[in-house]
C-alpha cells in the first residue's frame, strides 16, 4: 500500500492504494464515482475516460498510483455546482447524443478534450477523434452533431462542407 | 410549429440529466453491505469430460468465503426455455439440461466450472487460479452441417444427430412443389446470416442478497424483463416464490436481446448469497461477456425464388440451419421459427411459401435473439434474392419489388400472420424521393472518376413487433403470455406515478410514456414519473424485447390511464353536481358541458384522498388504476431502405456514402427518440454487413473475444450527416391498439444488412466483376477476394 494524494475535481484526495489498483478501481470503489464505467478490458471502448492534468485518458490503463499528484477530472466535476449542465453535456441532451448512457461518460470526456484542443473541428475530425470511444446505442449520428453543436458552430452548414 | 407537449413532440429526455453526470445507477453501481465477489472459473475449451474439480488447494487461499461446483446444484432446476417448439412430424424440441454450473461435461468455451466466491475480486480470480481441473478433452463440433452428420460427436449424450428439431412451416410441400414446377424462371441462392454478439456497453452484473429475517431473495441484475427473470429463476431454477423473490433491473446499459434472458450468473448469485447469508456480486469483464452472453443470428440458409413469365413472385422456399449453440437459451427456439418464419413473405403477395428449419446444437455459445430476432436473418435472404433475380431477369430490382407488393390490408399470409395494415408503394417513394435514385448516374461516374466503384442497393422490409398476442403465441409453443401491465397511480396533489412493466434501457421510457398520459389528461408532463424495473414496485410485466413497449405495455397505459379518468368524472360530476355524462375533460380542467362551470385536476385528486365531499355510496376513494394489455395482433412496422457505397478496387475496402430509411412506424409519439433508434439500428446492420462477426476455430475456440478481434462500429464507420436520411413521415396506424403505433427499436438493424449487401454487390458488378453474393461481414479482403475470382 502506498499513500497518494491528487486532486478529484478540484478536492484534495488522500487515500491508501494497492500498487495494483487501476484508477477505475480507485475512483468507482474508492471515491464512489461512479460515472467513470468499465465496458471492455482491453482499452478499446473509452467509457472510462478521465481527464489527468487536462489530458484525455483511458482510466483503465493507469493505476492509481500514477496519479500522486496530479489533477483529476471525472464527469461528476463536469456539471456546475448548482447542477447546470455543461455546453457540451447539454448539446448532448439537446441532439440526443445518448440512449442507454454507459458509454456516455467517456463520450462527454473525450469530446471536451476534443474541443480543448480543436475548438471548431469538422465532422471528420469528431469522427476521427472517437475512435476510441465505442457506442452501441446511437450510431454515433447524434453524438456527431451534439459535439459540433457544442463548438458553437452550425450543424448543417459544418455538415455541408 | 412542431408541437413541444404531449404525443408527436420531440422533447428532450429527462433521463440525460443523470446519464450526463455520472449519477445514473447501473447494476454495477450498487454494492450492498458485507457483498462478497464470484469470479467463475470456465471453460478454456470447446468440449470435455469434467474427470475432477480439486478446489482443496484453491478452498485455503486467502479470503476464500467458498467455493461451488457443479455438484453443489445437483438436484436444483438448470436453465429453462422459454418455448417449445413442435417439428414437423410432431414431436417436441430436444431439450437437453442446462445446468448453472457445468456438471460431467463442459461444451463451450466459456461454460462455467466452478464459481469461487470470496472477499474480494483479486482473491477470488487469485483462488480460481488455484483449482486443479483434470478435464478429458473430447472433440467438438463446431459447423452445424459436420454435427448433422451420421457418427458425429454429441454435445449431448441423448441427443444422437444434435437436431434439437427438423421444422417445417407454411404453405404444403405439394403447393410449392406446383409453384417451382410451374415457375418461368427460378433463382437460387445460398447464404450465411452471420454470428454476432449483441455487445451493449454495459457488461452483464448480478448481486445477490438474502435476509433470513423475512427468508427474502432479492438479485440486482442487468435485465430488459425483471418479471420473467423472477418467474423463470424463482419457479424453474431455485424453487423461491414469486413473493419471496425481488428482482431490480435498475438503469441497464443497453440490450439488444442478450439481457432478456435468465442466465447461469444470476441464479447462481441469488443461490449462493442464500447459502452464505451473504451478498454475492458479479460483473462481467468483456471477454467474459463474449464468452457468455448469447450470441445471435448465425443462419445457414439456401432459399429459392420461383417467379411466373410475367415477374410475379409464385413461390419461395427456404431451408435454414440454425444454431443453438451447447444449450438452449431462454427463447433460442422460437427464433429461427415463429420471429423468422412467420416474416419469410415480407411485403410481397407470394401465394406459396414455404419455410424448413433444422435447429442444430454444436459447441459454442448459445445463440438466442438478437436485434431483430429472426426477423433480420428472413429479409436478408428474401431480399438478396430479390436482387438476384431481377439481375437475372434484367429487370429494376426496384420494379421487381414494386410490382410483387401486397397493396390490399388485412392481408393473410402463408406464414400464418395477418398484415393489418401498411403502404409499401409510399415508403418506396418516399425512399426515391429521398435517395434522389436518378441522380445516381452521376454520383456513380463521380465515384468512377475518382477509381471508385460505387453501387446502389434497395430493400424493403416488414416486421412483427408488439410481441405478442398471448393465445396465439400460447399455440405456437410459447410457455409464456406476452401482455404487458401498468398502474398509473395519481397521487392527492395531482402528481402521477405510472408503474410499467416495460424496462427502458435507452429506449427513453421515462420521457416517452409520461408524453402520452399528459396528452391525455391534459396535464404537464412534469407532474408524471414513471417507475420501471422492480418487481416489488411494479405490478406485472413482461419487459422489453421485439419493439413492444410502446404498443404492448403504452397500450395498457393508456387503458389505465382511461380508468382514471372514467373515475375522476364520476368525481367531478359529484364536486360540480351534475351529470357525469355532461363532463368534459379538456387541458386539465373538468367542466360541465355547454356551462362555464369546471373543477380543476388537482381538486378532483384532492378530493379522491380527502373525500369529505364525495360520492362514497358510488365509489371508492383514491385515484389508481391497473390495466393489463393483451394486444389482439402483431404490429407490423415497414420500410424501404437504400445506401451507396463505394468499394475502392485496390483495397476492397467498403465505404457508405449515402444511406436512405423510409419507415412506417405507424403514429410516433417522440419524433427525436423514433429517429435516435433507427441510427442505431442501422449502425448495428451496417456493423453486422461490413464489420462485425463472431469467429470460432474449428477447435470451438473463440477467435473474437475481445473488441480487438470482433470489430465494433465506430464514428467513421456510419453515413456522413449531410447523407443520411432517416424518415417516418409515411404513417399507417396500427389498427389495433390505442395508440396506432408500431414500434421502431429494431427496424433499422433489419433494413440495412441487405441494403448495404445488394449495393456491394451492384458496385462490383458495374466494375465488371461477375459476382453474385458475398456473405457478411462484407470485409475487404471478402471483397477482395471476390474480384480476384
Known amino acids: 500500500m502506498a499513500e497518494v494524494t491528487m486532486t478529484v475535481n478540484g478536492k484534495t484526495v488522500t487515500k491508501s492504494v494497492k500498487g495494483n489498483t487501476l484508477m477505475t478501481e480507485f475512483l468507482r470503489d474508492e471515491l464512489r464515482l461512479t460515472g467513470t464505467h468499465v465496458g471492455c478490458d482491453t482499452s478499446q471502448c473509452g467509457a472510462c475516460n478521465i481527464h489527468v492534468d487536462g489530458k484525455l ?105 | 410549429m412542431p408541437k413541444d407537449h404531449g404525443i408527436g413532440a420531440s422533447q428532450k429526455r429527462r433521463e440525460d440529466v443523470r446519464f450526463l453526470t455520472g449519477a445514473g445507477n447501473y447494476t454495477d453501481d450498487i454494492n450492498v453491505y458485507n457483498q462478497a465477489y464470484v469470479y467463475f472459473l470456465r471453460s478454456d475449451v470447446a468440449h470435455a469430460k469434467i474427470k475432477a474439480v480439486d478446489t482443496q488447494a484453491a478452498a485455503a487461499m486467502p479470503g476464500v468465503v467458498r467455493i461451488f461446483t457443479g455438484k453443489d446444484f445437483e438436484g436444483i432446476g438448470g436453465l429453462p426455455c422459454g418455448w417449445q417448439v413442435t417439428d414437423k412430424n410432431g414431436e417436441v424440441m430436444k431439450e437437453p439440461p442446462h445446468p448453472v454450473l457445468a456438471q460431467g461435461k463442459v461444451r463451450h468455451v466459456g461454460d462455467p466450472i466452478a464459481a469461487v466466491v470470496a472477499d474480494s475480486l483479486e482473491e477470488a480470480r487469485n483462488a480460481a487460479e488455484a483449482i486443479e481441473l483434470d478435464l478429458e478433452e473430447l472433440p467438438p463440433v463446431v459447423d452445424m452441417k459436420a454435427a448433422l452428420q451420421p457418427g458425429a460427436t454429441k454435445v449431448h449424450d441423448d441427443i444422437a444427430d444434435n437436431l434439437c428439431y427438423d421444422w417445417q412451416f407454411g404453405s404444403e410441400t405439394g403447393d410449392v412443389d406446383a409453384a417451382f ?54 419457479a424453474f431454477v431455485l424453487g423461491i416464490p414469486e413473493h419471496k423473490l425481488r428482482v431490480v433491473a435498475p438503469d441497464v446499459g443497453g440490450g439488444f436481446g442478450t439481457k432478456i434472458f435468465h442466465y447461469a450468473e444470476e441464479a447462481f448469485c441469488t443461490f449462493a448469497a442464500r447459502q452464505l447469508n451473504r451478498p454475492v456480486k458479479w460483473t462481467s469483464s468483456r471477454t467474459e461477456a463474449f464468452m457468455s452472453d448469447a450470441h445471435g443470428r448465425d443462419h445457414v440458409t439456401k432459399i429459392e425464388l420461383a417467379l411466373d413469365a410475367d415477374n410475379n413472385f409464385v413461390g419461395l422456399r427456404t431451408d435454414t440451419y440454425a444454431n443453438m449453440g451447447a444449450y438452449l437459451s431462454t427463447f433460442a427456439s422460437s427464433v429461427p421459427t415463429w ?106 461516374a463521380e465515384s468512377e472518376a475518382k477509381g471508385k466503384l460505387r453501387g446502389l442497393g434497395v430493400n424493403c422490409f416488414i416486421e412483427a413487433c408488439g410481441i405478442a398476442p398471448s393465445n396465439l403465441v400460447g399455440q405456437l409453443g410459447a410457455r409464456a403470455g406476452l401482455y404487458d401491465a401498468a398502474t398509473v397511480r395519481v397521487n392527492a396533489t395531482g402528481s402521477i406515478s405510472v408503474l410499467v412493466g416495460a424496462h427502458s434501457h435507452g429506449q427513453g421510457h421515462e420521457t416517452v410514456f409520461p408524453q402520452v398520459v399528459a396528452e391525455m389528461l391534459g396535464i404537464d408532463e412534469s407532474m408524471i414519473d414513471i417507475v420501471h424495473g422492480d418487481t416489488s414496485k411494479i405490478p406485472f410485466g413482461m419487459g422489453t424485447y421485439g419493439s413492444r413497449s410502446l ?203 441487405p441494403t448495404v449487401v445488394n449495393a456491394v454487390i451492384d458496385a462490383l458488378r458495374s466494375g465488371g466483376h461477375n459476382v453474385e453474393h458475398i456473405d457478411m461481414p462484407v470485409s475487404p479482403s471478402r471483397v477482395w477476394a471476390a474480384m480476384q475470382s
Open chain 2, 551 to 753: 404498443a404492448v405495455c403504452g397500450s395498457a397505459m393508456v387503458r389505465a390511464t382511461e380508468k382514471i379518468i372514467n373515475k375522476a368524472k364520476k368525481i367531478a360530476a359529484h364536486l360540480l353536481e351534475a351529470s357525469e355524462a355532461d363532463i368534459e375533460l379538456k387541458d386539465g380542467q373538468f367542466s360541465v358541458a355547454g356551462t362555464d362551470k369546471s373543477v380543476a385536476w388537482g381538486d378532483v385528486t384532492l378530493a379522491a384522498y380527502v373525500p369529505h365531499n364525495y360520492p362514497l355510496e358510488d365509489i371508492e376513494p383514491g385515484l389508481e388504476e391497473t390495466a393489463f394489455y393483451d394486444p389482439a395482433n402483431f404490429t407490423y412496422p415497414a420500410g424501404a431502405y437504400a445506401c451507396e457505397v463505394e468499394v475502392d478496387p485496390e483495397t476492397g475496402a467498403v465505404t457508405i456514402e449515402k444511406f436512405v430509411s423510409a419507415d412506417d412506424f405507424g403514429n410516433v409519439i417522440n419524433p427525436m427518440i423514433v429517429e435516435g433508434q433507427v441510427h442505431g439500428g442501422i449502425a448495428q446492420g451496417i456493423g453486422q454487413a461490413l464489420l462485425e462477426n463472431c469467429a470460432y476455430d474449428e477447435n470451438g475456440q473463440l477467435l473474437s473475444a475481445s473488441y480487438m478481434d470482433y470489430a465494433m462500429p465506430r464514428a467513421d464507420n456510419l453515413p456522413h450527416l449531410a447523407n443520411y436520411i432517416v424518415d417516418h413521415s409515411c404513417q399507417t396506424p396500427c389498427t389495433h391498439n390505442p395508440l396506432g403505433v408500431k414500434g421502431c427499436g429494431e427496424a433499422g438493424a433489419i433494413g440495412s444488412p
Open chain 2, 339 to 444: 420471429l423468422h418464419g412467420t416474416l419469410m413473405a415480407g411485403n410481397y403477395r407470394t401465394p406459396a411459401v414455404q419455410v424448413n428449419v433444422k435447429a442444430v446444437f454444436t459447441n459454442t455459445v448459445p445463440v438466442d435473439a438478437y436485434r431483430g430476432a429472426g426477423r433480420p436473418e428472413a429479409t436478408y435472404q428474401l431480399e438478396r434474392i430479390i436482387d438476384k433475380a431481377a439481375r437475372e431477369l434484367n429487370v429494376d430490382p426496384i420494379k421487381l419489388r414494386r410490382q410483387n407488393f401486397i397493396t390490399s390490408f388485412p392481408y393473410a399470409t402463408p406464414v400464418a400472420v395477418e398484415y393489418d395494415t401498411g403502404d409499401y408503394v409510399a415508403t418506396m417513394d418516399k425512399m426515391e424521393e429521398l435517395m434522389d435514385i436518378p441522380g445516381f448516374a452521376a454520383r456513380r
Open chain 2, 181 to 234: 414446377a410451374g415457375a418461368a424462371h427460378v433463382t437460387t441462392l445460398e447464404l450465411v446470416n452471420n454470428r454476432l454478439v449483441a455487445n451493449p456497453m454495459e457488461p452483464r452484473v448480478a448481486v445477490g442478497e438474502y435476509s433470513r429475517a423475512d427468508d427474502m431473495s432479492t438479485l440486482y441484475t442487468t435485465s430488459q424483463n425483471p418479471h420473467v427473470i423472477r418467474l423463470l429463476m424463482g
Open chain 1, 57 to 161: 485518458v483511458k482510466a483503465c490503463t493507469m493505476f492509481a498510483g500514477e496519479a500522486d499528484g496530479a489533477r483529476i477530472a471525472t464527469i461528476e466535476g463536469q456539471a456546475d455546482a448548482d447542477g447546470t449542465l455543461n455546453a457540451i453535456q447539454a448539446a448532448f441532451q439537446e441532439y440526443h447524443g445518448l440512449q442507454c448512457g454507459f458509454c456516455t461518460p467517456g463520450m462527454v470526456m473525450a469530446a471536451a478534450a476534443l474541443l480543448k484542443d480543436n475548438p471548431k473541428p469538422s465532422e471528420a475530425e469528431v469522427r476521427h477523434h472517437l475512435e476510441g470511444n465505442i457506442c452501441r446505442c446511437t450510431g454515433y449520428h447524434n453524438i456527431v452533431r451534439a459535439i459540433l453543436a457544442a463548438s458553437g458552430q452550425d450543424v448543417p452548414a459544418v455538415a455541408a462542407e
